[in-house]
């Protein structure tokens, strides 16, 4: 896999934070569900990569799966953000 061009510093991060950790999520199919369970959000929360993982996220806006917490295949508004 790789990153979008406006998401590449971010991606770089995220890699330089897996190679040092293993995630819960890897390997686990429910991460990228079509409906993954409200469960992962506890999975990702007490994830080391979870920061990269987010800032990635947040960047790259994938269209699929389940990234730091949040299912980004469905609208998401972040706090403080405007309707």
């Known amino acids: 896999?790789?990153?979008p061009r406006k998401a590449e510093r971010e991606w770089a991060a995220l890699?330089?934070?897996l190679?040092?950790?293993r995630p819960a999520?890897?390997?686990d199919d429910?991460?990228?569900a079509d409906d993954p369970p409200a469960v992962l959000a506890g999975i990702c929360r007490r994830c080391p990569a979870r920061a990269p993982c987010g800032a990635y996220a947040r960047r790259a806006k994938p269209?699929?799966?389940y990234w730091a917490g949040r299912d980004w295949?469905?609208?998401y508004r972040e706090e403080?953000?405007?309707a």
């Open 1 to 3: 896999m790789s990153a």
């Open 15 to 17: 890699q330089e934070a």
């Open 19 to 21: 190679a040092v950790t």
């Open 25 to 27: 999520c890897a390997g």
């Open 30 to 32: 429910r991460f990228v």
């Open 63 to 65: 269209g699929a799966g």
């Open 73 to 75: 295949a469905k609208p």
């Open 80 to 82: 403080g953000e405007a």
